[in-house]
């Protein structure tokens, strides 16, 4: 079947895509961080078929998008530390896992069967504005199939070729590049499950310390599996030199290559260049990719993170 590609700013598509999604279909669509493959969070059949599409392994829990904070409370339990972050970085690229509220009719496969909820409010106005005129939390991990890089454009979406999908909301590129950060603030001291354009310092110049994913953090959050966003090539990583028969994946010109993430090393531009980048770099026939180092500090945790990922 055909898919059709309009534009998210078109608001009868955003309304055609509601009727889909509320009918128990899928809907790609374009947020901030990168394009999510959306169903009705409360539909367990639509939410089967989201697994179904990715060939995502059951266990792993999706990300529930909402448009405003008050509809987020309806669904998760608000703790302090929730509330301040909400209040910060919402709406934007953080999700916040917390207790489900009793009651809320959560399709049991969004949660993955656990009592918890992973709640975000996008940042882009358009992408909360299909949210709102659908009225229910919208379960959408990023639109590739499992273990692929995550898409950035709507081009992306249509590579992975998903058979059925009626609809790709397009926003362009992108503006950030990489997923949310993932916090947890369900009980105690608020929990980094995964890195991304909020940074850990940002985090903790609102609610204090927090404690960061160590190695059993793929039993806290089932999606941290080491091996993610794998290209085909192998990547080289920390590449102070290219070597024979390597491509390189450059930052801020250290390598001499024609791909460079950010030749003014700016680390937003970085993120939001890097799953293109490496789609771009991954032909048949390159065997390795060396990419330069990338500086650990702000949304370089993040692009490192994802780079360790696709390098298993
Ligand atoms: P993705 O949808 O691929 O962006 O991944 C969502 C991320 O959020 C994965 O790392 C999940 O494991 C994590 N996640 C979603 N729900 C929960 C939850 N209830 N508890 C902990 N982590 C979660
Ligand atoms: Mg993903």
Redesign the pocket.
Same mark, same amino acid.
């Given at each position: 079947m055909y898919t059709h590609v309009y534009s998210i700013n078109d608001p009868m598509a955003r309304a055609e895509a509601g009727r889909v999604i509320l009918n128990g279909g899928l809907v790609a669509f374009a947020t901030e961080t990168v394009y999510g493959l959306g169903g009705d969070a409360t539909n367990e059949m639509a939410v089967a078929k989201i697994f179904a599409y990715k060939a995502r392994p059951l266990y792993? #829990? !999706?990300?529930s998008h909402v448009h405003d904070a008050r509809s987020a409370f309806a669904i998760g339990q608000a703790t302090s530390a929730a509330l301040a972050m909400a209040d910060v970085f919402w709406p934007g690229p953080l =999700?916040l896992?917390m207790k489900l509220m009793d009651g809320f009719p959560l399709a049991c496969l969004t949660? *993955?069967n &656990?009592d =918890?909820? *992973?709640i975000r409010v996008p940042g882009d106005p358009t992408t909360r504005a299909l949210l709102s005129e659908i009225g229910r939390p919208i379960a959408a #991990?990023?639109a590739n199939r499992s273990g692929r890089l995550s898409p950035t454009t709507a081009d992306h979406v249509i590579a992975e070729g998903f058979d059925g999908l009626k609809i790709i909301l397009d926003g362009g590129c992108c503006m950030l590049g990489v997923?949310?950060t993932?916090l947890?603030v369900s009980s105690g001291i608020p929990r980094l !499950?995964?890195p991304g354009a909020v940074t850990q310092e940002q985090i903790e110049e609102v609610v204090g310390p927090i404690k960061l994913a160590s190695d059993n953090a793929r039993l !806290?959050? #089932?999606? &941290?599996l080491a091996s993610h966003y794998a290209p085909i090539a192998s990547l080289r990583l920390n590449a102070t030199e290219l070597w024979d028969g390597e491509v390189g994946l450059d930052f801020a010109g250290q390598l001499g290559a024609d791909m460079d993430l950010s030749s003014l090393g700016d680390l937003l531009e970085a993120a939001s260049n890097l799953f293109a980048y490496l789609r771009t770099l991954d032909l048949p026939g390159i065997k390795t990719i060396a990419v330069a180092p990338i500086p650990r500090r702000g949304l370089g945790v993040a692009i490192n993170d994802r780079l360790q990922r696709a390098a298993v």
């Open positions: 792993n #829990p !999706l990300i =999700t896992v949660s *993955a &656990m =918890t909820v *992973a #991990p990023s997923e949310s993932v947890d !499950l995964r !806290l959050s #089932p999606g &941290m």
